[in-house]
């Protein structure tokens, strides 16, 4: 039996499954059964489910077991949880404290509307609980606005640390209980955190890792409901894409963020940005164009600045960078020009902004740029004035893009004609040392 000796049913679960005659274990069996088929990861013991029998909870179980207990038996479980109901006549009642009774007729509607009134004002407490409250929604947004901020100028290995700490704090209210404003502030914080631990595990060169990170931080953006994040993470899978040698995928996932209007901010920018990029590597240069196009009218009509911003910003110099590289992939002297021509701004743009806010990976990948453009027309001076100052960085700090990067310029070196120059040969050496140090923890934050 359920319950051991027969005694009176303390809980309507008790009395349900005495009315099916189920034991503990085999409710144990239908309830695992029932979590593998909704997909929920709820385990419960025998004694676990003694004290539902007993009525013995402070309140109600994990919302993913009160989800399981819900499908098997279609009641909520708040009733099934709460008092047995009392059997007259053979009709079922609920068991309801103080209440008169006068006749059969009269019975009847006091029960129900009693039933009613309780079943209601039990639903009521259930929904205003909460584990989440304005304090510590605003402290998750500072938190994130802190990263972000910092992100571009600081050691990537620290950074992942903090962030995987935050999301699991997220996600762990989230599987509590809390209005659905709440949740959804809770869901735009979790998107941004996983968004930017994509970044991050690019950074580190885990991309494989870095996509999951991406697919979660897209799903917690739906649920969110927030456009400017959904197109954000749309841009970093295709810049994921762009760098694990599939343009094709990065041009369609570009395609796929730009359907998605941001509320404000510079999303559809970068997406451009980088569809140009992987459109280029491909060598369709009439969409080249019309996608750098597309990211100048984009900016133009930007309404509002990135929230929460830093990281998450598209700035000019960035812009003006990737068309440096997609100028770069199309070849050929005058698209040259046009990269060196691009790629210096960039670098001046950069070089502006204050040392503690500058983005390095992405000015070291500027200087790389300029160097390649440099290197197209044999001006081997120019071309190592940039990969030193890269590699005093990379010596620091360095990221998986731009080891990829010079690993691309060490094939440009190895041409027949550098082959013997001394400069070349120098630089050729320089770059491999840098590329074959062991990668260390202090990874400078930078994916491009």
């Keep these: ?5 027969r005694g009176p049913d303390r809980t309507r679960l008790e009395q349900v499954l005495r009315q099916r005659r189920r034991t503990v274990q085999e409710f144990c069996v239908e309830f695992h059964a029932a979590a593998r088929e909704l997909g929920e990861s709820a385990v419960i013991s025998h004694r676990q489910v003694s004290r539902w029998l007993g009525g013995q909870l402070g309140g109600l179980p994990h919302p ?3 989800r399981v207990l819900e499908r098997m038996f279609s009641t909520s479980a708040e009733e099934l949880l709460g008092p047995p109901r009392r059997i007259e006549s053979g009709v079922v009642r609920p068991v309801l404290a103080g209440l008169r009774v006068q006749g059969d007729a009269d019975v009847s509607i006091e029960d129900e ?11 009521a407490q259930f929904a205003e609980q909460s584990n989440v409250g304005p304090h510590v929604l605003e402290q998750f947004r500072a938190d994130v606005g802190r990263i972000v901020t910092t992100y571009p100028n600081r050691p990537v290995h620290p950074l992942f640390a903090e962030l995987r700490v935050l999301r699991d704090r997220v996600f762990a209210l989230l599987e ?7 949740s959804r502030e809770l869901y735009l914080v979790g998107g941004v955190v996983c968004g930017v631990l994509a970044n991050a595990s690019f950074d580190l060169g885990w991309l494989a890792a870095a996509e999951t990170q991406a697919r979660t931080a897209f799903l917690c953006a739906e649920f969110a ?3 400017s994040l959904r197109s954000w993470i749309r841009g970093t899978q295709s810049l994921i894409a762009y760098w694990d040698e599939r343009p094709r995928d990065a041009v369609e996932l570009a395609a796929q963020g730009w359907a998605y209007e941001p509320e404000s ?3 559809r920018v970068r997406l451009a940005s980088i569809e140009a990029r992987a459109l280029a590597r491909l060598g369709d240069r009439r969409a080249t164009v019309d996608a750098l196009g ?4 984009a900016r ?3 309404r509002g600045e990135d929230d929460p911003g830093g990281l998450m910003t598209f700035p000019v110099a960035k812009q003006t960078f990737y068309s440096a590289s997609a100028w770069l992939w199309l070849g050929d002297r005058a698209n040259l020009h046009q990269a060196e021509r691009a790629a210096t701004e960039a670098v001046r743009l950069y070089d502006q902004e204050p040392s503690q806010h500058r983005r390095l990976g992405e000015l070291s990948l500027a200087r790389l740029d300029l160097a390649m453009a440099r290197l197209g027309r044999d001006d081997l001076e120019g071309t190592a004035e940039q990969v030193r100052a890269v590699l005093e960085v990379a010596e620091r700090r360095r990221t998986d893009s731009v080891v990829r990067r010079l690993r691309q310029l060490v094939q440009l070196l190895q041409r027949p004609h550098l082959r013997t120059t001394a400069l070349a040969l120098e630089l050729r050496e320089q770059v491999s040392a840098c590329c074959d140090a062991p990668s260390r923890p202090e990874l400078v934050a930078g994916a491009s």
């Design 294 to 297: 597309r990211a100048d009218r």
């Design 265 to 267: 901010g510079t999303p």
């Design 64 to 66: 993913a077991t009160c």
């Design 225 to 227: 409901g927030c456009n």
């Design 113 to 123: 509307v009693a039933a009613a009134a309780v079943e209601s004002a039990r639903f």
């Design 1 to 5: 039996m359920v319950a051991g000796k």
């Design 176 to 182: 509590g209980r809390q209005p659905p404003a709440r």
């Design 300 to 302: 133009a009509e930007v």
